[in-house]
């Protein structure tokens, strides 16, 4: 089991910046995506960002391609999501995520972290 605790949550002002964090313990990622997903107020949950632990490759919605930058830090077992020039549109509850490489959907979730963007 993959156990995921996210975190770097908070109220920012439009234009400025906040990094989340999702660290995992239970075991090495090397085979699994680790992705950031999030859900505004009436809205369903939505893919933001995914990287594949093993080689660093990066996957974006379009709505966050060059604001947003998913890393990872393989000695610390965590994942960070850098939000720059946030949007009120922005604010949500934010999730970290893993999945298997081998399986098709994320199965396994942080326990959110909101993300607020004031105008």
């Known amino acids: 089991q993959v156990h995921l605790v996210d975190s770097g949550g908070g109220l920012v002002q439009a234009g400025g910046s906040l990094r989340l964090s999702c660290a995992a313990s239970?075991?090495?990622?090397?085979?699994?995506?680790m992705g950031w997903f999030r859900q505004a107020p009436g809205k369903e949950r939505e893919f933001v960002a995914a990287i594949k632990w093993s080689d660093g490759t990066t996957d974006y919605a379009e709505f966050v391609k060059g604001r947003f930058t998913i890393s990872r830090d393989n000695a610390k077992n965590t994942m960070y999501l850098q939000m720059n020039s946030l949007e009120f549109e922005d604010t949500a509850v934010y999730y970290c995520?893993?999945?298997?490489?081998?399986?098709?959907?994320?199965?396994?979730w942080g326990q959110g972290t909101q993300v607020t963007v004031s105008s």
């Open positions: 995520a893993a999945k298997f490489v081998g399986l098709p959907n994320y199965n396994y």
């Open positions: 239970g075991r090495t990622l090397s085979s699994y995506f």
